[in-house]
């Protein structure tokens, strides 16, 4: 198979004007660029607009250094509240998934990626459990088993220190939490932020605490679903990336929706984990507009 083309990826974000689309096609066109996917909007109630395009990295005659030398006099020129970044496909993109002891989610991303569905490194995976550390050596893929002690405060930072320094040592473009089952300290998903990737059961708020497919069970609900979402410091609020729901009836038993709710879990963070490293989702806020 022939390696995929290389591409420079431009996401730019600033309040809405005319002649946004133009200056930038002409700064590529007059560069020579090559544009091969360009995708854009205009939010009407922030009065932002937003644009992601995609060029080849052969049609232009300097690197991609040079690109966003070049390109940070042309963001200047829409005001300092411009938001904007370039990335190069040639570039392996690098993951550090944490977990706790629920697999499914883990599964399903070492199986993408051993198939080549899912073009990333796996650099790391890091357990407050060592359930997982069997499956992840069998692909390859070094496990670190950190133990959060119960009740144990001190302990529970110490713990968190460990993950942030072997995380820190693979400089990751995404960091997984495929039901990791801990809640990352403040300072944690401030020095993540953008790049922490979290994914729930969509219950919330209606079934709050433990058990929620059992909660749900008991009230008949018809859809259970999964959210993508980036991490911040308030628990489960973070922007949104993608979710997705699958129907359940009355004859499903509380396993029937747990396998069901781990299915739609399993599709929205993979989704969701392609589409942050495609550099397709573009933060405003606590919004996301996904290309």
Same mark, same amino acid.
């Given at each position: 198979?022939?390696?995929?083309?290389?591409?420079?990826?431009?996401?730019?974000?600033?309040?809405?004007?005319?002649?946004?689309?133009?200056?930038?096609?002409?700064?590529?066109?007059?560069?020579?660029?090559?544009?091969?996917?360009?995708?854009?909007?205009?939010?009407?109630?922030?009065?932002?607009?937003?644009?992601?395009?995609?060029?080849?990295?052969?049609?232009?005659?300097?690197?991609?250094?040079?690109?966003?030398?070049?390109?940070?006099?042309?963001?200047?020129?829409?005001?300092?509240?411009?938001?904007?970044?370039?990335?190069?496909?040639?570039?392996?993109?690098?993951?550090?998934?944490?977990?706790?002891?629920?697999?499914?989610?883990?599964?399903?991303?070492?199986?993408?990626?051993?198939?080549?569905?899912?073009?990333?490194?796996?650099?790391?995976?890091?357990?407050?459990?060592? $359930?997982?550390?069997? /499956?992840?050596?069998? &692909? !390859?893929?070094?496990?670190?088993?950190?133990?959060?002690?119960? %009740? *144990?405060? @001190?302990?529970?930072?110490?713990?968190?220190?460990?993950?942030?320094?072997?995380?820190?040592?693979?400089?990751?473009?995404?960091?997984?939490?495929?039901?990791?089952?801990?809640?990352?300290?403040?300072?944690?998903?401030?020095?993540?932020?953008?790049?922490?990737?979290?994914?729930?059961?969509?219950?919330?708020?209606?079934?709050?605490?433990?058990?929620?497919?059992?909660?749900?069970?008991?009230?008949?609900?018809?859809?259970?679903?999964?959210?993508?979402?980036?991490?911040?410091?308030?628990?489960?609020?973070?922007?949104?990336? $993608?979710?997705?729901? /699958?129907?359940?009836? &009355? !004859?499903?038993?509380?396993?029937?929706?747990?396998?069901?709710? %781990? *299915?739609? @879990?399993?599709?929205?963070?993979?989704?969701?984990?392609?589409?942050?490293?495609?550099?397709?989702?573009?933060?405003?806020?606590?919004?996301?507009?996904?290309?």
């Amino acid at each position: 198979m022939a390696p995929p083309e290389r591409r420079y990826l431009i996401t730019f974000g600033c309040p809405d004007r005319t002649g946004i689309v133009a200056r930038i096609a002409s700064f590529l066109a007059d560069a020579g660029g090559w544009i091969v996917e360009a995708a854009y909007h205009t939010d009407p109630d922030t009065g932002w607009f937003f644009t992601r395009q995609e060029v080849r990295a052969d049609s232009l005659p300097f690197g991609v250094e040079e690109l966003r030398e070049r390109f940070t006099a042309i963001a200047a020129e829409f005001g300092e509240n411009t938001s904007w970044r370039i990335t190069d496909t040639g570039e392996r993109r690098r993951v550090v998934i944490l977990v706790s002891k629920a697999a499914h989610c883990l599964y399903d991303l070492l199986g993408r990626v051993a198939s080549g569905e899912l073009d990333v490194d796996v650099s790391a995976v890091i357990g407050n459990h060592a $359930e997982l550390g069997g /499956i992840t050596r069998a &692909h !390859g893929i070094p496990f670190h088993h950190v133990p959060f002690p119960a %009740g *144990d405060a @001190e302990g529970k930072r110490a713990a968190f220190a460990r993950v942030r320094e072997l995380v820190a040592a693979h400089d990751p473009h995404a960091v997984v939490l495929a039901r990791f089952m801990q809640v990352l300290p403040p300072e944690l998903c401030a020095e993540w932020a953008g790049r922490a990737l979290n994914i729930h059961h969509s219950f919330l708020p209606s079934f709050v605490g433990a058990r929620p497919y059992h909660q749900a069970h008991r009230r008949g609900v018809k859809l259970v679903g999964a959210t993508c979402h980036y991490v911040t410091a308030d628990l489960d609020a973070g922007p949104i990336i $993608e979710q997705d729901v /699958i129907r359940v009836d &009355h !004859g499903d038993s509380i396993q029937d929706i747990v396998r069901k709710g %781990g *299915d739609i @879990e399993k599709v929205v963070l993979a989704r969701g984990l392609r589409w942050h490293l495609e550099d397709r989702v573009l933060v405003h806020g606590n919004r996301t507009v996904v290309f």
